[in-house]
C-alpha cells in the first residue's frame, strides 16, 4: 500500500527560530514529491521535486529530495510568525494518484 | 478567471441523509480528486478520475460515490453509510493526468452532520 508519512506531526517554535519538517515516503510509480502550506483552507504549492539533490529554494524555505533514502526535507529559516501553518508533503505516482502525508502543524511564537 | 469551484462552503447533513458536493473546474484539466481532511490532520484520498467516464477508488471511498460525466465536474455524493463525515472535503485537478505538479485545489467544502 501507498504511504506518504511526515514527521514531526506538530511544532512550537519561537520567531527566528530554523525548522526541518521530515516527509518519507514508499509509493509505486514515484513521479514526483510536492510540499504544500495549507493556512485556512486550500494547500498552496510550495515546491515539486523530482530529482534527488537538487535543493529547490524560495525565499526562507527550501526542499531537497533524496530517492536513495525515499524522503524529502522541507528547511525555513528565521521563522515568522507567519509561517504557522500546517505544511503537507505529497507524492505522485504515475497511476495517477496524488498521496499526502499526515501534515506537519508548525506554530510560531513572537 | 480559471479554476476550481466549490460549493457549498457550508453544508449540514441530518444523520441518515445523502448529500452531493460539488466541483467545477474550467482549466480543461483531465485529472480530479476528491479529499477528506480531519483537523489537525492530512488529506485523504477518497477517489480520483483521470478521464471522464471513469474513476478509481482512494484510500477511504466506503460511503462516498462520485460520477464523471462531463470533463468539468467530478461531484461527490457522501451517502448515509459513511457514518462519520463530519469533515473538510477538497477537490482538485490536475493538468496531465498522470499525477506531475500542476494541481489546483478549490476551496473546500465543510460538512458538519447535525
Known amino acids: 500500500e501507498d504511504k506518504v508519512v511526515q514527521s514531526p506531526l506538530s511544532l512550537v517554535v519561537h520567531e527566528g527560530d530554523t525548522v526541518t519538517l521530515n516527509c518519507s515516503y514508499e509509493v509505486t510509480n514515484f513521479r514526483s514529491l510536492l510540499w504544500y502550506k495549507q493556512e485556512k483552507k486550500a494547500p498552496t504549492f510550495l515546491f515539486m521535486l523530482t530529482s534527488s539533490g537538487i535543493e529547490k529554494k524560495s525565499g526562507r524555505l527550501s526542499s531537497i529530495l533524496d530517492k536513495k533514502e525515499l524522503s524529502s526535507i522541507l528547511n525555513i529559516t528565521a521563522t515568522q510568525t507567519g509561517d504557522s501553518a500546517i505544511y503537507l508533503c505529497?507524492?505522485?505516482?504515475?497511476?495517477?494518484?496524488?498521496?499526502f502525508g499526515q501534515g506537519t502543524t508548525l506554530q510560531v511564537k513572537p | 478567471d480559471g479554476g476550481i469551484t466549490q460549493s457549498p462552503k457550508y453544508l449540514f447533513r441530518k444523520e441518515g441523509q445523502n448529500v452531493t458536493l460539488s466541483c467545477e473546474q474550467n482549466l480543461n484539466h483531465d485529472a480530479m480528486y476528491w479529499y477528506r481532511q480531519d483537523p489537525g490532520q492530512g488529506l485523504r484520498l477518497i477517489y480520483y478520475?483521470?478521464?471522464?467516464?471513469?474513476?478509481q477508488k482512494g484510500d477511504i471511498a466506503e460511503g462516498y460515490s462520485v460520477s464523471r460525466e462531463k470533463k468539468e465536474s467530478f461531484p461527490l455524493t457522501v451517502t448515509s453509510a459513511q457514518k462519520n463525515p463530519t469533515a473538510f472535503y477538497l477537490c482538485?485537478?490536475?493538468?496531465?493526468?498522470?499525477?506531475?505538479?500542476?494541481?489546483?485545489f478549490g476551496s473546500g467544502t465543510r460538512l458538519t452532520v447535525v
Open positions: 505529497a507524492v505522485a505516482s504515475n497511476t495517477g494518484k496524488l498521496i
Open positions: 482538485a485537478s490536475s493538468d496531465d493526468g498522470q499525477g506531475a505538479g500542476g494541481y489546483t
Open positions: 478520475s483521470q478521464i471522464v467516464n471513469d474513476f
